[in-house]
């Protein structure tokens, strides 16, 4: 028998049980409109958490001076060559951001705080939070600007606000303690997080000036690190293993190496992503099955009968397989577009500000967007697919062993 | 009725079977990860509140925000022992100075915290993380954070000083032996915080019978807020009294936002596995319409022929959530024995270890879920209330059906 | 926060005695200029009396102080019992504070250098800073009053941007016998915090200058600290090695 034939036999079925069929296309589409809008979600926390992770002045590569990581201090700077840019050259870079990232003691008039004094150039800071930040009054116009910018929860336990000074005191190059003046250009909203606390940003010369080498004027300038952004986050170990070779002294690490704990979870959620779809689909698998033995079992009589005509057990196996694909199908199909559209109309994000403390300690951001993974979206269709083969199975070997006698008998 | 109506379901069996097994997959599925979710929960909390914070606090009001050394709490043994006397806690007198902390050239800023070793390292676990040395048992010893001590280059034995200001103006200096070092994985604690013995920084304070902090060691944590009002009456008007939610809130929000995000998956499974019961219904309805109408030709009542099928419901309902509950009980009655190794996340372990530190809940090594009445009974409970809807919706019809046409129905 | 007061007290001590006549059309950096200088090459050697009130306690101690030029101090408590042999020591940009109970010598981190000194109203940076005060500060004349024969200047001391100084000006009011009547520490918002005024002037020494002198914290009520100069010699010899770590950790004296 043709497949058209088939084909048009199995359509037709369909439409002859509207309402069974309804229903099962129906939770169909739901269990696969459940499955996207929690990946997207789920997909949403884990690109969050990997955005922030390599945002928060980590990049996806860094360059520091060997001692530095177990030491933060001026004493491991180091001099970046002229031409730094060049050392990556297989890898599509999106950045580079060199940096002086030392601890240092804040003073306000009535107030005092330890935090990290970050010297940037605010045009290279496009791979870092620090570009997406909203300002009250002015960001650092330049990476010769020798204002600060600190965080709007900093300046309130300061007690200071935009436009005034603070005092700013660190260690320098040489070891012994230097203290200056800035004028505070402006702060930065990030949400409450450890971010608005930790970090006040100067321009990188002037944070230069004020802790490098004084002794001789022929010295370079200074940097305590250089991070980079790539375009293609997984060519990390690539760009890693240049690095070295450009600098081979100096610890060079990816951002999985310097925050292990950001990159234990992006592979959990990874896990419970496919977990939990997998658990969906069993949920599903009972009814579908459940629904297509019935469907078979109503045909008794017409199945016979085809049998009884002449119809190959094999034919009657594959109409009903392909009966109960096509379902799949639909329903697939129903579930995702419902699912896209949910994942749009929640495209501004959830906000989730309710539990400020809980995810800043997860590191997530206040605002859960969604992301669409299309690649999830066609493996979640595929193993649907698979689903609803396997479920067709035993329906299927039934309907194989209806008799014409059988048939007749009812 | 009763034999009736079980009889019924076996008439299908297949239908019947499959439909009560998806009931006892889905409820196996939402009461075992509801019990494992409480489980952990409850480790989690008890392990965040075991390993510094306690349950509750008490403390001078403003001390809770300013830190200053003359916000005390008075009377602090007497009010120690009435607390301990009236109710089933353990109450930890701490006091907290700010000083230099000195040995020989080197010196930095750091938080004393005066404890009584003996009474902290009974109730919390912050005093296991002790890698070097023993918990200080004599006068004149010390504990001191890993990062702090390495810092000063200081190691066990080596003697270290404290300066700092007295509560009256007074030079307020300690010289203290380092008796134990501390590793808490937390590199915010390990590098300011040291500990000495009570007395002792109370008399180089010029403290009295006075302390900054009472924390408080409940035997059971969720009596946190119930004892705010009776512990309130025991306290003056400026002293506070907050519970661990108010003092870990990261916690409690970490918590509650993967509560949330894990009943919008149970409630996506219940639905889904609601449409396969909902589908047997439909099913019921149809195969059945002759077998009604005969039954109503024959004289019984419509609300009867609903609650005959009602019943059918309710049986089948009730046995897919034993099947499914005996499952997950067997299961989690096993695990909370034997509890999953979280070492099972290979080399991830390590930060896994670093993410669960820094939710201060260090001491977890395995999950352990945990029976309560929600886990057990939500589950069962929806379901067997929504197959009894399902059967309900699809029986209306029944009431306005013809016995004739009935019988016409093939 | 504290003030920078203590140098200014350390300004006073080496005073000279022939008050310096202002013209009518006078420079305020040369007053002030004056006054400092007049410290250069100098040393003293003083007897103190230091009360700090608070608003539930109050706390009595005598000092003795030696002084030479800008860069080396050296004070220590001699009285009450308690905090008898606690002492500080200022070498250049470095200062150290000898406990007696700890028999040890501490040298100050900088990031310890705004907290109090000795529970009083004055830090540690205080103690430290002498000439910082002129490379840092724009001087303003302001106003010009007389009392008794004698002309009070006001003037506003204004940082530079980068100087590395929290307030948002200090105004002092001076006599033209380069005497320090009051200086008031502002905010950035110019409101006031802090207010140092000389309660009494007096000779000492030789010289005439602010005997008592007062700490007031303008932000909470009752809560001062005051020094009290009773005995003062300027010029004195004093030997390199009482500078020294070792002196600081001797006892004698």
Not at chain 1, 66 to 87: G, K, Q
Not at chain 1, 289 to 317: C, D, F, H, K
Not at chain 1, 374 to 389: P, Q, R, T
Request: aromatic fraction near 8%; hydrophobic fraction near 50%.
């Amino acid at each position: 028998m043709p497949f058209r034939l088939i084909l048009q036999l199995s359509v037709r079925n369909l439409f002859r049980y509207p309402r069974r069929n309804g229903l099962l296309l129906l939770a169909i589409a739901f269990a696969l409109a459940g499955a996207t809008v929690t990946n997207s979600l789920m997909r949403g926390w884990q690109y969050d958490m990997l955005d922030r992770a390599v945002e928060n002045l980590v990049g996806h590569v860094k360059v520091q001076a060997s001692e530095y990581r177990d030491d933060p201090n001026m004493a491991h700077s180091f001099a970046l060559p002229t031409n730094y840019e060049s050392s990556i050259s297989g890898v599509e870079v999106v950045g580079w951001a060199p940096r002086i990232k030392v601890p240092a003691v804040i003073l306000s008039e009535r107030q005092s705080r330890g935090v990290q004094l970050v010297g940037i150039d605010p045009t290279r800071e496009n791979i870092s939070f620090f570009s997406e930040l909203a300002f009250a009054g002015e960001t650092l116009a330049d990476m010769d600007d020798g204002r600060i910018v600190i965080g709007a929860e900093l300046a309130r336990q300061l007690q200071t606000a935009v436009g005034r000074k603070l005092v700013v005191l660190s260690q320098a190059a040489d070891g012994k303690n230097r203290e200056r003046g800035f004028r505070i250009a402006g702060t930065f909203d990030a949400d409450s997080t450890s971010l608005e606390k930790a970090f006040a940003f100067t321009g990188l010369t002037s944070a230069q000036a004020f802790l490098g080498d004084r002794s001789s004027d022929s010295t370079p300038p200074l940097v305590t690190e250089v991070s980079v952004l790539l375009a293609d986050e997984l060519r990390r170990k690539d760009a890693v293993a240049e690095l070295r070779m450009a600098f081979p002294d100096k610890d060079v690490a990816d951002w999985r190496a310097l925050q292990p704990q950001a990159a234990e979870m992006f592979a959990m959620a990874d896990a419970a992503i496919y977990v939990i779809f997998v658990l969906m689909m069993g949920g599903l698998a009972f009814g579908l099955v459940n629904t297509l033995i019935a469907a078979v079992m109503e045909r008794v009589r017409e199945l016979g009968m085809l049998r009884a005509l002449g119809m190959p057990r094999r034919v009657v196996l594959v109409q009903v397989v392909v009966e109960s694909m096509l379902i799949m199908c639909a329903g697939i199909v129903l579930g995702l577009i419902a699912g896209c559209i949910s994942v749009w109309a929640l495209a501004d994000g959830i906000d989730l500000t309710a539990f400020a403390e809980g995810i800043d300690a997860f590191g997530m951001s206040a605002l859960l967007i969604p992301v669409l993974h299309f690649e999830d979206l066609w493996l979640f269709s595929g193993l649907s697919l698979i689903l609803g083969f396997i479920a067709s199975i035993f329906p299927a070997l039934r309907a194989v062993r209806i008799t014409p006698l059988m048939a007749m008998n009812r | 009725m009763i034999a009736l109506a079980w009889r019924n379901l076996w008439r299908n069996k297949t239908r019947t079977l499959l439909t009560a097994f998806g009931i006892a997959f889905a409820v196996f599925l939402v009461s075992f990860a509801m019990s494992m979710q409480g489980g952990s929960y409850d480790d989690m909390i008890k392990a965040a509140t075991r390993f510094y914070t306690g349950h509750a606090q008490i403390n001078q009001r403003d001390f809770v925000t300013d830190n200053k050394l003359e916000q005390t709490v008075p009377n602090a043994s007497a009010l120690r022992e009435q607390l301990q006397n009236r109710f089933p806690l353990v109450a930890l007198p701490r006091v907290q100075a700010f000083g230099i902390v000195s040995k020989d050239e080197r010196s930095i800023g750091g938080m004393l915290v005066g404890v009584d070793f003996m009474a902290e390292a009974a109730q919390l676990d912050l005093f296991k993380k002790i890698t070097a040395g023993a918990l200080p048992r004599s006068p004149g010893e010390a504990l001191v954070g890993a990062a702090m001590a390495r810092n000063l280059g200081a190691e066990l034995g080596d003697d270290i000083v404290i300066l700092g200001s007295g509560r009256r103006g007074g030079v307020a200096a300690m010289a203290l032996s380092i008796r134990g070092i501390l590793d808490t994985g937390q590199a915010e604690l390990d590098r300011s915080l040291l500990f000495a013995p009570l007395e002792e920084v109370q008399e180089a304070f010029d403290l009295d019978d006075e302390v900054h902090n009472l924390v408080l060691v409940l035997e059971d944590y969720s009596q946190g807020t119930v004892l705010a009002q009776s512990v309130g009456e025991l306290l003056e008007r400026d002293q506070s009294y907050r519970t661990w939610q108010q003092l870990l809130p990261e916690v409690e929000q970490g918590i509650e936002l993967d509560r949330v995000s894990a009943e919008i998956f149970y409630y996506i499974l219940l639905i889904l596995v609601s449409f396969a019961v909902l589908n047997t219904f439909v099913m019921v309805i149809f195969e059945r319409t002759r077998e009604f109408g005969m039954l109503m030709a024959l004289g019984l009542r419509p609300w009867q022929i609903i609650g005959q099928v009602q019943l059918e419901a309710f049986f089948l309902g009730l046995s897919g959530a034993l099947i499914g509950l005996v499952l997950s009980a067997a299961l989690v009655a096993y695990l909370s024995e034997v509890g999953i190794p979280l070492s099972a996340y290979g080399e991830g372990e390590a930060a896994a270890k670093q993410a669960f530190a820094k939710l201060q809940a260090g001491s977890i090594t395995h999950l352990y879920p945990a029976f309560s009445v929600a886990s057990m009974a939500t589950a069962p409970l929806v379901l067997m209330v929504g197959t009894q809807l399902s059967a309900l919706f699809c029986m209306l019809r029944v009431r306005r059906l013809n016995p004739v046409t009935a019988l016409r129905v093939e | 926060m504290v003030s920078s007061c203590l140098r200014l007290l350390l300004l006073i001590i080496a005073v000279c005695t022939t008050s310096v006549k202002a013209e009518e059309n006078f420079d305020p950096l040369t007053l002030v200029t004056s006054a400092v200088d007049q410290t250069r090459g100098l040393s003293s050697y003083s007897e103190m009396t230091m009360l700090i009130k608070r608003p539930s306690w109050q706390r009595e101690s005598t000092l003795y102080a030696w002084t030479r030029g800008r860069e080396d101090a050296l004070i220590r408590f001699v009285a009450p019992a308690r905090d008898a042999g606690n002492a500080l020591l200022k070498q250049g940009n470095n200062m150290w504070t000898f406990n007696p109970k700890l028999n040890k010598s501490i040298r100050l981190p900088g990031g310890m250098m705004s907290q109090s000194w000795a529970g009083s109203d004055f830090s540690y940076d205080d103690m430290s800073r002498s000439d910082k005060w002129i490379k840092h500060y724009r001087l303003e004349h302001v106003a010009t009053e007389e009392t008794d024969g004698l002309k009070t200047y006001t003037i506003d001391a204004i940082p530079f941007d980068d100087a590395p100084v929290v307030w948002g000006k200090e105004r002092l009011r001076i006599r033209e016998d380069s005497v320090l009547i009051e200086a008031i520490y502002y905010d950035q918002d110019m409101q006031p915090l802090r207010r140092m005024v000389s309660t009494e002037i007096g000779v000492l020494g030789g010289r005439t200058m602010a005997t008592t002198i007062r700490m007031l914290d303008l932000e909470k009520p009752n809560s001062f600290t005051e020094v009290r100069y009773d005995a003062m010699d300027f010029d004195v010899a004093l030997e390199d090695r009482l500078f020294t770590l070792f002196s600081l950790q001797s006892r004698s004296r």
